[in-house]
């Protein structure tokens, strides 16, 4: 142990060489802040290529050595330093490119550890009495310390404020992109996907997707954005997709495609189903371009009017290139008209219950493969004197031949197949 006038000649001369380093440190400021910021730029590599960052970094570091070091020449109390505005404007410039604030953090953690290894080897340089050395490494350790730790907190208190700001503006900014895009205004396609951060210039599908709030576990919305990706990459996606948050339970969904990709509609489903038994989906029809990225759009919206009309009838997804759901769509938005259409087509065949819809479903297909009951009996997988029963009864409960205002009655049995109780009369 050394007397208390060792300790106190010990701590003074260590004062003075640590005052005595933190100046002449002035004259080999640039060195060093040249050295920390390239070993600084290649332990961060979201910076590398960035020459703006790259040069602010050098700011940075520059500045919180020449603030640091006045610090420790002068025995400045470290809690009314500001963090200087070079590194101020590097924390905003990173939360605006959407940089974490680890990279921040890590910035000042190594320029911590570098810096002070610099200091010890100029105390063993300059210092030989090593308890001298040792009391100047600890004063300046504890003084960086304290440093860092108040000029870390503001720069990331700074990056905080930027991002959110920045959150805000780039949300309004894209918004406003997709809104214009979305209504055919006349838009630079480069700037757009670049706000977007997607790719218009490829081929989509469009898809609306929504969760029943009656039984959605919490943050449903969360699970819309999971399951935008998972469908994306149930269908081969090379980029990611772009989800647009519309409400709490609602969302908007595009999904990049490869050229000549197939929409298989059972493993979309399956995705679906994986994601919660609340969760329903609509999709539009691939398109290309730009063009193509608004009609897809546009299409899974009616897909999506056709499900929430169905309600209770709804598949898991409803699909715009599905057989009447076009004819459904356009239906579903003058359901007065519709009710009209379907009672005047169907007659005894236009009511609500198991037994007439399988006439109707049959009748319907029977239509579409050309009134073929053996065609009929292969697609829905009866025995065609079944099936013959079946079509039979469906005519005499209309009242009229099949034939009779053929293209009125197959969009009624369309509206009755995706619409189902909103156009069909109360049963009695």
């Given at each position: 142990?050394?007397?208390?006038?060792?300790?106190?000649?010990?701590?003074?001369?260590?004062?003075?060489?640590?005052?005595?380093?933190?100046?002449?440190?002035?004259?080999?400021?640039?060195d060093v802040a040249?050295?920390?910021?390239?070993?600084?730029?290649?332990?961060?590599?979201?910076?590398?290529?960035?020459?703006?960052?790259?040069?602010?970094?050098?700011?940075?570091?520059?500045?919180?050595?020449?603030?640091?070091?006045?610090?420790?020449?002068?025995?400045?109390?470290v809690?009314?330093?500001?963090?200087?505005?070079p590194?101020?404007?590097?924390?905003?410039?990173?939360?605006?490119?959407?940089?974490?604030?680890?990279?921040?953090?890590?910035?000042?953690?190594?320029?911590?550890?570098?810096?002070?290894?610099?200091?010890?080897?100029?105390l063993?340089?300059?210092?030989?009495?090593?308890?001298?050395?040792?009391?100047?490494l600890?004063?300046?350790?504890?003084?960086?310390?304290?440093?860092?730790?108040?000029?870390?907190?503001?720069?990331?208190?700074?990056?905080?404020?930027?991002?959110?700001r920045?959150l805000?503006?780039?949300?309004?900014i894209?918004?406003?992109?997709?809104?214009?895009l979305?209504?055919?205004?006349?838009?630079?396609?480069s700037?757009a996907?670049?706000?977007?951060?997607?790719?218009?210039?490829?081929?989509?599908?469009g898809?609306v997707?929504?969760?029943?709030?009656?039984m959605a576990?919490?943050r449903?919305?969360?699970?819309?954005?999971?399951?935008?990706?998972?469908?994306?990459q149930?269908?081969?996606?090379?980029?990611?997709?772009?989800?647009?948050p519309?409400?709490?339970?609602?969302?908007?969904?595009?999904?990049?495609?490869?050229?000549?990709?197939r929409?298989d509609?059972?493993?979309?489903?399956?995705?679906?189903?994986?994601?919660?038994?609340?969760?329903?989906?609509?999709?539009?029809?691939?398109?290309?371009?730009?063009?193509?990225?608004?009609?897809?759009?546009?299409?899974?919206?009616?897909?999506?009017?056709?499900a929430?009309v169905?309600?209770?009838r709804?598949?898991?997804?409803?699909?715009?290139?599905?057989?009447?759901?076009?004819?459904?769509?356009?239906?579903?938005?003058?359901?007065?008209?519709?009710?009209?259409?379907?009672?005047?087509?169907?007659?005894?065949?236009?009511?609500?219950?198991?037994?007439?819809?399988?006439?109707?479903?049959?009748?319907?297909?029977?239509?579409q493969?050309?009134?073929?009951?053996?065609?009929?009996?292969?697609?829905?997988?009866?025995?065609?004197?079944?099936?013959?029963?079946?079509?039979?009864?469906?005519?005499?409960?209309?009242?009229?031949?099949i034939?009779?205002?053929?293209?009125?009655?197959?969009?009624?049995?369309?509206?009755?197949?995706?619409?189902?109780?909103?156009?069909?009369?109360?049963?009695?």
């Amino acid at each position: 142990m050394h007397p208390p006038a060792d300790r106190e000649e010990i701590s003074r001369r260590a004062a003075a060489r640590v005052a005595g380093i933190a100046a002449a440190t002035s004259g080999q400021l640039d060195d060093v802040a040249r050295v920390l910021q390239v070993e600084l730029a290649e332990s961060i590599p979201e910076l590398r290529g960035d020459r703006l960052m790259l040069d602010l970094l050098h700011a940075s570091v520059e500045s919180n050595v020449k603030t640091f070091f006045h610090v420790a020449r002068y025995g400045l109390p470290v809690d009314t330093v500001e963090a200087p505005w070079p590194a101020v404007e590097y924390a905003r410039r990173l939360a605006q490119r959407e940089i974490s604030s680890n990279a921040l953090l890590r910035a000042y953690r190594l320029g911590h550890r570098r810096a002070l290894e610099w200091v010890a080897g100029e105390l063993a340089r300059v210092e030989p009495d090593g308890l001298v050395s040792f009391a100047a490494l600890q004063m300046l350790q504890e003084s960086a310390f304290a440093y860092i730790d108040r000029v870390s907190e503001q720069v990331v208190a700074e990056y905080e404020t930027a991002r959110e700001r920045w959150l805000a503006h780039r949300n309004t900014i894209r918004t406003a992109t997709l809104s214009a895009l979305l209504a055919g205004d006349e838009v630079d396609v480069s700037t757009a996907e670049q706000v977007l951060g997607y790719r218009l210039r490829q081929q989509h599908l469009g898809l609306v997707l929504w969760a029943d709030e009656r039984m959605a576990s919490a943050r449903p919305l969360g699970r819309l954005g999971q399951l935008t990706h998972a469908m994306a990459q149930e269908m081969g996606a090379e980029s990611p997709p772009l989800f647009v948050p519309q409400d709490r339970s609602l969302g908007w969904g595009w999904v990049p495609l490869r050229a000549g990709t197939r929409v298989d509609l059972d493993r979309l489903a399956r995705c679906l189903g994986e994601a919660g038994p609340e969760v329903r989906a609509a999709i539009g029809a691939v398109g290309t371009g730009p063009e193509g990225f608004r009609a897809t759009h546009r299409q899974a919206l009616q897909a999506h009017q056709v499900a929430v009309v169905g309600a209770d009838r709804a598949r898991r997804i409803t699909s715009y290139t599905a057989p009447g759901v076009r004819a459904a769509a356009i239906l579903a938005g003058d359901l007065t008209t519709a009710r009209d259409l379907v009672t005047s087509m169907l007659g005894g065949l236009a009511r609500d219950d198991e037994g007439t819809e399988r006439l109707r479903e049959t009748l319907a297909v029977f239509l579409q493969e050309n009134q073929s009951f053996v065609a009929t009996a292969a697609k829905v997988h009866l025995h065609k004197n079944t099936v013959k029963y079946r079509v039979d009864k469906a005519v005499r409960l209309r009242g009229r031949p099949i034939d009779e205002d053929r293209l009125d009655l197959e969009l009624a049995l369309a509206a009755c197949r995706w619409l189902g109780p909103a156009v069909l009369p109360p049963s009695p």
